[in-house]
């Protein structure tokens, strides 16, 4: 009878923390979901390291689609997504390159309904000062939140070129308007 009660205990407390853990992913996660449904626009700092070399700059980032990033380089590397046109000018030589980005994962992070997706299905684990939200689909992406003001902190992400990109990000301001031209991509020279 002793060990039925043993085995009862460890069944009844192993359930409570197990449900106490997913109501707490839950909580966070609805706390996040309610915070990005505020969110129209960003504007942040950012470090990004792929394949061991880091870049510096900053972004202004525009739901649904709308990107642009100024990197703190030798070459003054401008670049511009509007909805599905990418196009990376170095200011330095006056030069513009357009890529694809139909396929990128990187659009997971533009559009407001895909980010929620992720958010909604991806794995919850919560590190430290970070909450990280880890989704599978054709490629793994993880998000990560701050654990305190479940504002955005980055990504890590493996992109079409095989390349993994870690992106860390410092939120400067939320909802700002930008002038009409802001996201233009510029044409090909």
Known sequence: MLVNVKFFKQVFLTSLILLISTSLSANE?????????????????????????????????????????????????????????LAITQKKYNKTYHYP?????FLNILYKDRLLEIV????????????KLIYLSDNEITVFFDKNSLDLKGWQIIDQYNNNINFTLKIIAKNDIFEKNTFKVPEIN
């Open 101 to 105: 980005i139909t396929k990128s994962p």
């Open 29 to 85: 996660k609805e706390k996040i979901i309610s915070q990005l449904n505020s969110l129209n626009s960003l504007e942040f700092t950012f470090d990004q390291l792929i394949n061991k070399k880091t870049e510096k700059g900053s972004c202004l980032l525009q739901f649904p689609g709308k990107l642009k990033c100024n990197y703190f380089d030798d070459k003054k590397k401008e670049l511009v997504i509007n909805n599905k046109r």
């Open 120 to 131: 909604q299905t991806g794995e919850l684990e919560i590190t430290g000062q970070l909450v």
